[in-house]
């Protein structure tokens, strides 16, 4: 189904004024897709270290 002219105009008002939101949400899709799709188990492992280690630094910030 198409966007009318209006909704394409709220699209694009809601993208310009939550740019850095919009930017982590594609950020967080790539990375959910790269994870489920196409990464080989050396690449999981990889991440996993490195999910581990962001773990335990936002816990830190948490105190």
Same mark, same amino acid.
């Given at each position: ?9 709220? !699209? ?5 004024? &939550?740019? #850095?939101?919009?930017?982590? @949400?594609?950020?967080?899709? !790539? ?5 489920? &799709?196409? #990464?080989?188990?050396?690449? @999981? ?19």
């Amino acid at each position: 189904m198409a966007e009318t002219k209006s909704q394409k105009k709220a !699209s694009q008002k809601w993208n310009e004024k &939550n740019r #850095a939101h919009r930017s982590y @949400l594609t950020a967080r899709s !790539s990375a959910r897709g790269f994870i489920r &799709n196409k #990464a080989t188990l050396d690449d @999981l492992n990889e991440l996993q270290e490195l999910i581990n280690k962001r773990f335990e630094e936002l816990k830190k910030l948490d105190i």
